[in-house]
């Protein structure tokens, strides 16, 4: 008798070789057919003889009713295809659950922020708290955003029951911001100031050119992000705004200014990263592109952001209005030092999301629009222009020049108008859509990249790349 090793398992042979070849098949068919095999050895010491260890909790039972993707009514939610389960046995738990109570946003006073809900979220109100029928809610809802209409106070609402009226006095608001001051440049630029409930001003630009007006709001009172050739951004961050003190700023700028310029395009530029108020921001676009009320087109509605990727992801599946991305840079260590963002969110996972959610079709109308501040001898050589070509490579979009707006304590140098008129032909020339942004109302400090007041506190100054030092030093400090 021999003996051999088989996969760590000890065989006895039989001397014999012509028992030899039936011995081996039986063997191997013993060791790998699946029903034959014998279990793994655990690679554990323990004796067998101890009992396993469960290594999976019991899964508690849910019922219908707690399932956070289905809802009492037995279809499930947020699912992308709209599958409705075949009806089920009657549960007492999934038939008698009622919905959680709505609860509406309130102020500091209790009362309810009209222009912090969605139409639906004012029906239930309207229903569910103040016991009127819920189409009420959509004459409170036209009151407010209808462009003939703006209402102010509940008494301009001269369709609405007397009663109804007086509820709405009662219980509810329909202001939040406070208008502070209007500035209007030589060029026509207007600034807004708004105050806001607990203290703060905040900035809004209107914009007249050619053929429209364009609404620049704000997002965010100051900004976390810190970009540095952004007076917003050495202004650092107060807070987020909400729902309604960003939709009031195309309301108040439309009744200030809607009989001489009608407001065709409105752009979230102002002060803010809108990625990192991305709930308030969409919502506030649904307000003002919603069909009953401002009816402003989606197409006409950009919203700006930095680069955040999972916030791309979101608002690319959830709105229908325009995304603009602020590159500023070709590379990575450039545009940390400019953004410092990037850290986060670096160059090619940025385009690669880009890519991804915004495949190029046939007839694709919807495009990103890269937007590039251009600062003298940082990103303005024809090797950028070169570079931006190559990294913009497979995504849908156009390419807005931006001419850079000077600020106190600021440490760039704008190009010059020849350096961008000749970066602009170059990526032209290469068949890609490219506009110059030409500065709008800087002698007021309203342009791009101008708005907020710096205040003793500012965020600290990036590190200069060597390579860049030479660029900014003859004009500010390098760090
Ligand atoms: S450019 Fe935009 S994101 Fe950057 S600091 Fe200014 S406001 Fe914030």
Request: proline letters at 7%; hydrophobic letters at 35%; charged letters at 25%.
């Amino acid at each position: 008798m021999n003996v051999i090793f088989m996969k760590g398992a000890s065989l006895l042979l039989p001397k014999r070789p012509s028992n030899m070849l039936a011995f081996l098949t039986a063997s191997h068919a013993l060791l790998y057919k699946p029903s034959r095999r014998p279990p793994a050895v655990p690679l554990t010491t323990a004796p067998r003889s101890v009992p396993k260890m469960q290594t999976t909790k019991a899964t508690p039972k849910r019922t219908l009713s707690t399932h956070p993707k289905i809802k009492p009514d037995g279809t499930i939610h947020h699912l992308k295809a709209n599958i409705t389960p075949s009806p089920q046995p009657s549960h007492p738990q999934a038939t008698t659950h009622p919905p959680p109570p709505f609860e509406p946003p309130l102020d500091k006073h209790g009362k309810v922020m009209l222009k912090d809900m969605t139409l639906p979220e004012m029906e239930r109100w309207v229903e569910e708290i103040l016991g009127q029928k819920r189409f009420r809610a959509r004459q409170l809802w036209q009151w407010l955003y209808k462009p003939e209409r703006l209402a102010i106070s509940f008494d301009e609402m001269s369709d609405l029951s007397k009663s109804f009226r007086l509820l709405l006095k009662e219980h509810a608001r329909i202001t939040v911001l406070g208008l502070n001051s209007i500035h209007q440049s030589k060029d026509g630029t207007r600034k807004l100031t708004f105050r806001l409930d607990a203290g703060g001003v905040i900035e809004t630009v209107l914009i007249p050119a050619e053929g429209r007006t364009t609404l620049c709001v704000s997002s965010q009172w100051g900004c976390a992000l810190n970009c540095q050739f952004c007076l917003t951004g050495r202004t650092g961050f107060k807070r987020s705004l909400t729902t309604g003190e960003i939709v009031e700023q195309l309301v108040h700028s439309m009744r200030l200014f809607g009989d001489q310029s009608q407001i065709t395009n409105v752009v979230f530029m102002g002060e803010g990263e809108p990625a990192h108020n991305l709930d308030n921001v969409l919502r506030a676009v649904d307000a003002m592109t919603h069909e009953q009320g401002l009816q402003m087109s989606p197409r006409k509605v950009t919203v700006s952001t930095s680069g955040l990727i999972p916030e791309i992801r979101r608002f690319a599946e959830e709105s229908k209005a325009n995304l603009a991305v602020s590159l500023h840079a070709t590379n990575d260590e450039l545009r940390s030092w400019l953004m410092p963002i990037n850290r986060k969110y670096g160059l090619q996972p940025l385009m690669q999301t880009l890519r991804e959610v915004f495949p190029r079709r046939r007839g694709q109308q919807r495009k990103v629009m890269f937007q590039y501040v251009m600062l003298k001898d940082v990103n303005d050589s024809l090797e950028d222009a070169k570079q931006l070509l190559r990294l913009t490579a497979g995504v849908p979009c156009k390419i807005n020049l931006i001419q850079f707006n000077w600020h106190e304590g600021s440490e760039f140098e704008g190009s010059s108008e020849e350096t961008m008129e000749s970066f602009q032909r170059y990526l032209s020339g290469k068949g890609m859509t490219v506009t110059i942004r030409r500065s709008r109302g800087d002698d007021e400090m309203m342009a791009c990249g101008q708005l907020g007041t710096l205040g003793a506190l500012q965020p600290p100054r990036m590190k200069v790349p060597p390579r860049y030092a030479q660029a900014v030093s003859r004009t500010g400090s390098t760090a």
